[in-house]
């Protein structure tokens, strides 16, 4: 095994480089292609992420790969090696199926324990398979970092240490208050419909958002996904709307998530400029009913007046405003700035805002890449009306308008909107500084011990099927000598008949057999233990075993792996 990993992630590199040296679809397949024409490169995967790249590779040789390998990757992702190599980090041999383990177990994430990366370490396999530049090497390796990967998160409480990118993005927007609470009754839009906006959009409707519009470019995935949303049991309404719909759909929502692979801005700071403000225009005219008495002093008895019929507010609406009065909250934290809206623009939304908070059952992130339509589009698009924007009733201070979660690499959204009065922007840079203060959970140990365990039985598996080629050349070898030695006896002893034969030919079999026996499966052991290779060279060596059939062995090894490469 000669494995060699080159690559930088968000501990090596700052965002504006990660962000520039992202790796579209196309650069992907491009990239494992040149690879594998590399004179070095045996096999190869590529592991992209929002915050890594790295490159996987058996090589022949560690220095001629490293160069090789750096070069390819500023290549494709666009960034001068000279700029880039700073930021490199390089791995051999067991040192780097230790950082893929570590990786797939999520000590490497941007937040401790999160499991997205499965999926991802999945996906890179499943392209490496796809365009056959994943040999048994690669195979191996990452059938087995998945295998660990679950291992951790089943067998210690890894997945307490730190949460997905966005629940933990969806926590800093809603800054020290509950998410549940904070998203409770708010319209979001999901921009892309792949894993990870699926990701987003179920996690939104887990959390209680009242609807989630998905946008995508290509419309049949946004459909699929609205569709899964409203099947999903979690009571959110959903619609798919085209991307030209987005800067329209700003002005109707209260948060948005964008992780799209466009190559330049989806969100402008002018599109969310122009949709806070045209949200935020002012009523004509208040809505209070005359003689109720809406002063923060007055909120206490406000159920007891709204009883009234004369008053035409729903009793539960004004028990909310007090209760949010009450606790120092604003308006929208009781639900009331939905629910007057409904009142006036008879909202049709199928679902109370309190059946959004059941938990999504029977749905998983990988799924949802099967998206569809919510049947009823039209009424739902007929029944959004703008938001606006909502002030503290307590000390009149301008609460967040519109929410921003921005988890694409490059970003989706111009970083220039935080300048905007009343827009919150998260992107992934301020999520790796919030993180850097995570606390880290008393399991990271166990799941540190079982990645070490785990490289070692790789290493010892992957030495002793290193070993298998000479052993099978061997017995080989053996088998052409005893029947060479039979045939010469029926020349020398040609009276022996069929019975006496087979008899002497078990014979000689076996005690060549007994022969071989201890041997083999002692070289088998000891090629298994860090710096074992040299038994197999040494076994050759011995019985003057032909290079050609240990290789010829070796090649029909690989012409059964179904993932081999080409």
């Known amino acids: 095994m000669s494995l060699l990993v080159v690559g930088l992630s968000h501990r090596s590199a700052p965002v504006s480089v990660l962000e520039r040296a992202s790796l579209s679809a196309d650069a992907k397949i491009k990239l494992l292609h040149d690879t594998l024409a590399a004179e070095p490169a045996a096999e190869a995967a590529v592991l992209a992420t929002c915050n890594r790249i790295e490159l996987y590779a058996d090589v022949d040789k560690f220095h001629a790969g490293v160069a090789e390998l750096s070069t390819l990757l500023a290549q494709h992702s666009g960034?001068?090696?000279?700029?880039?190599?700073?930021?490199?980090?390089?791995?051999?041999?067991?040192?780097?199926?230790?950082?893929?383990?570590?990786?797939?177990?999520?000590?490497?994430?941007?937040?401790?324990?999160?499991g997205q990366i499965l999926g991802q370490i999945k996906d890179a396999l499943a392209l490496g398979q796809e365009l056959h530049t994943a040999g048994r090497l690669i195979n191996d390796l990452f059938q087995q970092a998945l295998r660990v990967g679950k291992r951790a998160h089943s067998e210690t409480g890894i997945d307490r240490a730190g949460q997905s990118l966005v629940t933990f993005g969806l926590e800093q927007l809603a800054v020290h208050r509950p998410v549940g609470e904070w998203a409770a009754g708010k319209r979001a839009l999901v921009i892309g419909a792949g894993s990870m906006s699926s990701l987003a959009a179920a996690t939104l409707a887990r959390v209680g958002v009242a609807e989630v519009v998905v946008a995508n470019r290509t419309a049949e995935r946004a459909e699929r996904l609205a569709e899964i949303l409203v099947a999903s049991g979690t009571g959110v309404a959903a619609l798919a709307i085209p991307m030209g719909a987005v800067a329209d759909e700003l002005a109707r929502v209260d948060v948005v998530v964008s992780c799209t692979g466009a190559?330049?801005?989806?969100?402008?700071?002018?599109?969310?400029?122009?949709a806070v403000s045209w949200g935020?225009?002012?009523?004509?005219?208040?809505?209070?009913?005359?003689?109720?008495?809406?002063?923060?002093a007055r909120l206490d008895v406000a159920p007891a007046v709204a009883s009234a019929d004369a008053t035409g507010l729903n009793p539960e609406v004004v028990a909310r405003l007090a209760a949010a009065a009450e606790g120092g909250k604003r308006l929208a934290d009781a639900g009331a700035v939905r629910t007057i809206s409904a009142a006036a623009e008879a909202d049709g939304c199928p679902v109370g805002v309190a059946d959004g908070r059941a938990?999504?059952?029977?749905?998983?992130?990988?799924?949802?890449?099967?998206?569809?339509?919510?049947?009823?589009?039209?009424?739902?698009?007929?029944q959004r009306q703008p938001r606006k924007a909502v002030r503290n009733l307590v000390d009149g201070a301008v609460a967040t308008r519109l929410a921003l979660l921005d988890l694409a690499m490059p970003r989706d959204i111009d970083a220039a909107v935080h300048r905007i009065?009343?827009?919150?922007?998260?992107?992934?840079?301020?999520?790796?500084?919030?993180?850097?203060?995570?606390?880290?959970?008393?399991?990271?140990?166990?799941?540190?011990?079982?990645?070490?365990?785990?490289?070692?039985?790789?290493?010892?598996?992957?030495r002793a099927a290193h070993i298998t080629p000479t052993v099978v050349a061997l017995r080989a070898m053996a088998a052409e000598v005893v029947a060479m030695e039979v045939a010469r006896l029926d020349g020398r002893v040609p009276d022996l008949d069929e019975r006496q034969r087979a008899e002497v030919t078990q014979t000689v079999r076996r005690v060549v057999d007994k022969l071989l026996h201890a041997p083999t499966v002692r070289v088998k052991q000891l090629a298994s233990e860090p710096g074992g290779a040299g038994y197999a060279e040494a076994l050759r060596e011995l019985f003057d075993l032909d290079p050609q059939t240990?290789?010829?062995?070796?090649?029909?090894?690989?012409?059964?792996?179904?993932?081999?490469?080409?």
């Open 79 to 114: 960034v001068a090696l000279e700029e880039l190599t700073p930021y490199l980090y390089v791995h051999y041999e067991d040192r780097a199926v230790h950082h893929l383990f570590s990786v797939a177990c999520g000590l490497d994430s941007m937040v401790v324990g999160e």
């Open 263 to 274: 190559t330049g801005l989806v969100l402008t700071a002018d599109d969310v400029l122009a």
């Open 280 to 296: 935020s225009a002012p009523d004509p005219a208040p809505q209070t009913p005359a003689g109720l008495d809406m002063s923060p």
């Open 359 to 382: 938990a999504l059952t029977g749905v998983d992130a990988n799924s949802l890449e099967l998206h569809g339509t919510w049947a009823d589009q039209g009424e739902a698009a007929a």
């Open 421 to 462: 009065p009343g827009v919150r922007l998260v992107d992934i840079e301020s999520l790796a500084e919030a993180s850097a203060d995570a606390p880290m959970a008393a399991d990271v140990d166990a799941v540190r011990a079982i990645v070490t365990d785990e490289v070692a039985a790789f290493g010892a598996a992957q």
């Open 550 to 566: 240990v290789a010829s062995v070796s090649q029909a090894d690989k012409n059964d792996d179904p993932g081999r490469a080409s």
